[in-house]
């Protein structure tokens, strides 16, 4: 990674994933974008202090305005399996991803949700109900496992994927259901994960200089679906 890199935040919510990459590579320009206008303008609130070198922008992660080869590293977290054709915005994606730079997803799969069998059996929703879910909204509720596939036949190099576990029996012994705090956790999980991989990259573990070996953009996978 360049001392300050370009880095994007492609479907930024409220700004929470961007503020932290912001604080994490303090000479970067960080461009988070989304098409929830409210949300942007509570990210451009809650995080004006690190304002002009992070930005939110409304712009569509199936069309973005960037040019090729913009960014050193692009980062889309929790948002593949929500949106159709998420081939697509991989595809784009990985279109402003400069060549040696970082292409970091955590693309969720519902079909890697696990819970004890019970008289109201959780295997029917998640695993009976996500299926017609997605074929009536044109998403993809699996993406998690197909990600890899379309990264291959991208042609992409060094493409590595992570599964992160999180066993709710092995925490405090709440009802999943009945905790919303439950779920932010283990987000939470998933993020400090993640987090640790981008601090490599910045460390340079990862790092190639494309000036002498151009390659396509790099892939870090982080599937988060082993909830």
Not at 193 to 203: E, H, P, Q, S, V
């Amino acid at each position: 990674m360049p001392a300050a890199p370009r880095i994007l935040d492609a479907g930024c919510g409220t700004g929470e994933g961007a503020s932290r990459l912001a604080e994490l590579f303090p000479l970067a320009h960080v461009l988070g974008v989304d098409i929830v206008d409210p949300h942007l303008e509570l990210a451009r609130a809650r995080y004006a202090s690190l304002a002009p070198h992070l930005t939110f922008e409304h712009q569509s992660i199936f069309e973005l305005e960037a040019a090729d080869r913009s960014f050193d590293l692009t980062v889309c977290r929790h948002v593949l399996h929500s949106i159709p054709h998420a081939d697509r915005v991989i595809a784009e994606l990985a279109r402003v991803t400069r060549r040696g730079g970082y292409l970091h997803l955590i693309p969720e799969d519902y079909g890697m949700l696990h819970f004890q069998r019970a008289s109201l059996d959780p295997l029917d929703f998640w695993h009976q109900v996500a299926p017609s879910f997605e074929k009536g909204t044109g998403t993809d509720l699996f993406i998690g496992r197909h990600a890899f596939g379309i990264l291959a036949a991208m042609k992409l190099e060094e493409i590595k994927v992570d599964y992160v576990v999180v066993d709710n029996a092995a925490g405090p012994a709440r009802n999943f259901r009945g905790d919303p705090g439950s779920l932010a956790r283990r987000i939470r999980r998933l993020d400090r994960r993640a987090n640790a991989n981008l601090k490599r990259i910045r460390r340079g573990v990862l790092q190639s200089d494309d000036r002498q070996h151009p390659r396509p953009p790099r892939l870090r996978c982080l599937d988060g679906s082993g909830r």
